[in-house]
């Protein structure tokens, strides 16, 4: 297909806490099936990362961690850009533009800010606020049209829907308006020792996530612990048996095997054969995921992440020109 036909698709992730199953099955994963169809950019989001606190040397490690996963994963950059937000200052820019776009009452709705604030709203930082429009600038900047997230983010999307149709009614049609791509499974994995809530980086628990780097025999035994519903019929039931549920869409998932197929696989086996079934299947997958992840030196990731700005710089910057025309300041 031509690619200027392409619809562009941006998405991305923090470079902050340990990335799980959720982040692979819910995001990522979901990025690398989409790469042919679209026009794809995919970014590590640093500047979102320093909403909360972060050790500046870990920070700059998980940089080259978040990229190597993508690279891990499957993002191909004969199809795909990679790059690290903080090079294009662009994302900044926009977002403070945005910033006069948006309503003290749209960032008042967003559910991550207060979740993430813990109850203490008054002393989280401006900009764990404010991250939202940085996230609509970092969407808005490339002409997204298709923006893949876990169900999480979908209340940050709607708002760059709204930021962008608000803009082109203020000013001129200048912006293109994105929408969300949420997977129909694995939009939301659960945590395996409560899987009421989901699956979560800043769990306090480890043994509420699998994460992509973990030692695949560990995670082979969290699966072994992973917390279950009284009965022991391997049967998916989302509002009964959230546990065997959240289960069965991981295995599901990562085996490439209908539900239908695993609840007959194991009917009748009970709960501690299919929990057998699926740490193979997790340890197959990690060992898998790892040995490409170890094959990425930071030295070549440091190369593909500039290189990706440099390629996408012309977009940011004619984004930009249009915005301050409209505006009235160039
Ligand atoms: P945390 O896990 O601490 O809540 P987060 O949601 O901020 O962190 P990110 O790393 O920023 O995590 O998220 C990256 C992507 O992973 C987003 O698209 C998000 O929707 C998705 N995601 C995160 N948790 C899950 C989950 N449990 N299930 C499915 N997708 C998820
Ligand atoms: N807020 C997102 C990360 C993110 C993002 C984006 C995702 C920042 N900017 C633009 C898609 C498009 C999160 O997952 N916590």
């Given at each position: 297909m031509n690619e200027d036909k392409k619809l562009r698709v941006f998405s991305g992730v923090q470079p902050s806490g340990n990335l799980h199953l959720g982040n692979y099955l819910g995001a990522i994963s979901q990025w690398v099936n989409m790469q042919e169809k679209y026009n794809c950019i995919f970014c590590v989001v640093d500047y979102h990362a320093i909403t909360v606190k972060q050790d500046p040397e870990i920070l700059r490690k998980k940089i080259i961690e978040i990229a190597k996963i993508y690279l891990a994963s499957g993002i191909d950059l004969e199809n795909s850009i990679i790059f690290q937000q903080s090079d294009i200052k662009e994302h900044t820019e926009l977002a403070w533009i945005l910033n006069t776009v948006a309503r003290i009452s749209d960032l008042n709705k967003m559910t991550q800010f207060k979740d993430k604030a813990d109850g203490n709203q008054e002393n989280v930082s401006v900009g764990l606020y404010d991250y939202p429009v940085l996230m609509a600038a970092d969407i808005i900047l490339y002409n997204t049209d298709v923006v893949p997230v876990g169900e999480d983010q979908l209340q940050h999307v709607e708002l760059a829907r709204d930021l962008a149709k608000r803009f082109n009614h203020n000013f001129d049609k200048v912006l293109r308006v994105p929408k969300a791509e949420i997977r129909k499974e694995g939009a939301r994995i659960m945590g395996l020792d409560d899987p009421t809530k989901k699956m979560s980086?800043?769990?306090?628990?480890?043994?509420?996530y699998i994460a992509l780097t973990d030692d695949p025999d560990k995670a082979a035994k969290k699966i072994m612990k992973a917390s279950t519903d009284s009965d022991m019929e391997v049967k998916y039931d989302k509002e009964k048996k959230p546990g065997i549920s959240n289960l069965l869409t991981i295995y599901s998932l990562l085996a490439g095997k209908e539900i239908k197929e695993l609840e007959k696989e194991y009917s009748g086996k009970g709960y501690g054969d299919f929990k057998k079934g699926l740490a193979e299947v997790v340890k197959k997958f990690l060992i898998d995921f790892q040995e490409k992840y170890n094959a990425i030196s930071d030295d070549e990731v440091k190369k593909l992440l500039k290189s990706g700005a440099e390629k996408i710089q012309p977009i940011a910057e004619d984004t930009i020109l249009r915005v301050k025309k409209v505006i009235g300041v160039k």
């Amino acid at each position: 297909m031509n690619e200027d036909k392409k619809l562009r698709v941006f998405s991305g992730v923090q470079p902050s806490g340990n990335l799980h199953l959720g982040n692979y099955l819910g995001a990522i994963s979901q990025w690398v099936n989409m790469q042919e169809k679209y026009n794809c950019i995919f970014c590590v989001v640093d500047y979102h990362a320093i909403t909360v606190k972060q050790d500046p040397e870990i920070l700059r490690k998980k940089i080259i961690e978040i990229a190597k996963i993508y690279l891990a994963s499957g993002i191909d950059l004969e199809n795909s850009i990679i790059f690290q937000q903080s090079d294009i200052k662009e994302h900044t820019e926009l977002a403070w533009i945005l910033n006069t776009v948006a309503r003290i009452s749209d960032l008042n709705k967003m559910t991550q800010f207060k979740d993430k604030a813990d109850g203490n709203q008054e002393n989280v930082s401006v900009g764990l606020y404010d991250y939202p429009v940085l996230m609509a600038a970092d969407i808005i900047l490339y002409n997204t049209d298709v923006v893949p997230v876990g169900e999480d983010q979908l209340q940050h999307v709607e708002l760059a829907r709204d930021l962008a149709k608000r803009f082109n009614h203020n000013f001129d049609k200048v912006l293109r308006v994105p929408k969300a791509e949420i997977r129909k499974e694995g939009a939301r994995i659960m945590g395996l020792d409560d899987p009421t809530k989901k699956m979560s980086k800043s769990a306090t628990s480890e043994l509420n996530y699998i994460a992509l780097t973990d030692d695949p025999d560990k995670a082979a035994k969290k699966i072994m612990k992973a917390s279950t519903d009284s009965d022991m019929e391997v049967k998916y039931d989302k509002e009964k048996k959230p546990g065997i549920s959240n289960l069965l869409t991981i295995y599901s998932l990562l085996a490439g095997k209908e539900i239908k197929e695993l609840e007959k696989e194991y009917s009748g086996k009970g709960y501690g054969d299919f929990k057998k079934g699926l740490a193979e299947v997790v340890k197959k997958f990690l060992i898998d995921f790892q040995e490409k992840y170890n094959a990425i030196s930071d030295d070549e990731v440091k190369k593909l992440l500039k290189s990706g700005a440099e390629k996408i710089q012309p977009i940011a910057e004619d984004t930009i020109l249009r915005v301050k025309k409209v505006i009235g300041v160039k």
